[in-house]
């Protein structure tokens, strides 16, 4: 019994030796992660301060200016928030805090409506959604759908081109979705001298493609194919007050030995004198709702044929309203104009037959056949189609046109039933909404609208639904600038 306490104290030294080794070696490892997480912690909430956060010279934005400016000033925010390390419970407060005018007025109407604390807690994703709602509305977006139907470089201005297509692609993603789409419409919108090789060169990206068409636009400069930016082709031309002067073949031929002598022979044009035109007195304007013809320049229905008098053979007034004598003509009409009988709207202008229209009257066929073989040189004129020319509210108040809202590829549109159009068109504005691609037909077409101006289309949207009151039927529309409706269904 003696013996055991000096026995525990040896066996508690030689326990207490390697757990001291242990420790020391723990400890520095310790220490090391101690000293690496310390400073992770309050390093964003006090680093990023709204001061510092404007130190970065973050953009601002007023709600103004439209969605291309929106776009810019969120990627730019953006790009502020990674220089100024703005973490993300932050970004809705520091981001906010950069509007200004109408952006400014937006936001504190939502801070009310929200309340303050859940308007500032959501997510700098959210914020973007509902800015986008905001301060673009669809009325823009389809006009910059149909800037980017319509986008052409001008000239060599190349950058110019690009830097817009690009806008529009992040503005408008569903556009230029997938790549293959993105790159074929970057390539229309290239100068024809340089948009066949682009495409023969096949670029598998858009940065290709890019790039290929900047080198090609900048050699076609440097050859003087393609104009420079700001550049016009001016030709000179001799003004009144300065006399043509043109020299002699002796004047030459001094100048070609480089003689001393100064008689050289020159003859002088003077100019003629300028013709005085006469001012007629100034017309009052015209005030009433009917359109400009092109054909006759008056204003009339466009429904109703040209009036074109013929006893003085000008237009805008009938024979029996005519001031001139009946003995005065002061030029020859045209045979087939003479003696032509008007027949009411609705029926053929060259015989009066109301099952079909002029442009396919079997007389005026078989005329054209026959002058066509008499004469092989003569060249028959191109098929034309007709499109109807007329506002929303003319079609409420005419009793003749009927009009109405159906589903096209299950989309309600304004449709217009016109029996004098040889073909069913749609609208541009209307065509993305339809999601069927175009066809490119192998020739162009003619199509006459009825105020008298001729448009050349060669595409078509093959097999639309129409369902017309739980009716079914397929139907093929040419896309064209229309008025006031997205589809107007022909005779075809």
């Not at 110019?160 to 569903?174: E, K, V």
């Not at 009716?471 to 006031?484: A, C, I, Q, T």
């Amino acid at each position: 019994m003696a013996l055991r306490p000096p026995y525990a104290a040896r066996n508690n030294r030689r326990l207490a030796a390697p757990i001291a080794k242990e420790v020391a070696n723990v400890i520095p490892t310790i220490a090391t992660h101690l000293q690496t997480l310390q400073p992770q912690a309050p390093a964003t909430t006090h680093r990023c301060s709204f001061k510092h956060f404007r130190s970065c010279n973050p953009p601002y934005f007023k709600g103004i200016d439209g969605a291309i400016a929106l776009l810019t000033w969120i990627e730019e925010m953006e790009s502020t928030f990674i220089h100024s390390e703005c973490p993300e419970d932050l970004m809705v407060r520091h981001a906010t805090g950069c509007l200004q005018g109408h952006a400014l007025s937006w936001w504190n109407l939502e801070k009310r409506a929200k309340g303050e604390g859940v308007a500032l807690g959501m997510t700098w994703s959210k914020l973007k959604e509902r800015m986008i709602e905001k301060f673009c509305p669809d009325s823009e977006l389809q006009t910059l759908e149909e800037e980017f139907w319509n986008l052409k470089q001008v000239g060599g201005d190349n950058a110019t081109y690009t830097n817009r297509f690009y806008d529009l692609s992040r503005l408008l993603p569903h556009m230029v979705q997938p790549m293959k789409t993105a790159i074929r419409r970057y390539i229309k919108g290239l100068p024809r001298q340089i948009r066949d090789s682009v495409t023969s060169s096949r670029p598998s990206t858009l940065e290709s493609a890019i790039e290929i068409a900047g080198q090609l636009n900048k050699d076609n400069m440097n050859d003087g194919v393609l104009p420079r930016k700001g550049s016009k082709m001016t030709t000179e031309k001799p003004t009144p007050e300065t006399p043509l002067i043109v020299k002699s073949e002796s004047s030459h031929r001094h100048d070609k030995k480089k003689r001393k002598s100064h008689h050289h022979n020159h003859a002088v044009i003077t100019p003629a004198a300028p013709i005085t035109q006469v001012t007629q007195p100034n017309k009052k304007p015209y005030t009433g709702p009917h359109p400009l013809c092109n054909h006759c320049n008056y204003h009339h229905m466009s429904t109703s044929p040209c009036r074109l008098c013929t006893t003085c053979g000008r237009y805008g007034h009938l024979a029996d309203t005519c001031r001139a004598p009946k003995t005065q003509r002061p030029f020859a009409l045209p045979s087939n104009q003479q003696t032509q009988t008007r027949y009411p709207t609705g029926t053929c202008f060259n015989c009066g037959d109301p099952t079909h229209f002029k442009n396919v009257c079997p007389r005026l066929v078989n005329i054209i056949n026959t002058q066509a073989q008499a004469n092989p040189t003569m060249q028959v004129p191109a098929p034309k189609g007709r499109a109807f020319v007329i506002t929303a509210t003319q079609a409420q108040t005419d009793n003749k046109v009927v009009n109405g809202t159906f589903l096209i590829n299950d989309c309600y549109a304004s449709v217009l039933f016109d029996s004098g159009a040889d073909k069913s068109f749609v609208s541009l504005e209307f065509e993305p909404i339809l999601h069927t691609p175009r066809t490119i037909l192998d020739e162009h077409f003619t199509v006459e609208v009825a105020n008298g101006k001729n448009i050349s289309l060669n595409a078509v949207i093959q097999d639309c639904t129409f369902d017309f009151c739980g009716h079914k039927f397929s139907v093929n529309l040419v896309p064209m600038e229309l008025g006031s409706f997205d589809i107007i269904v022909g005779m075809d």
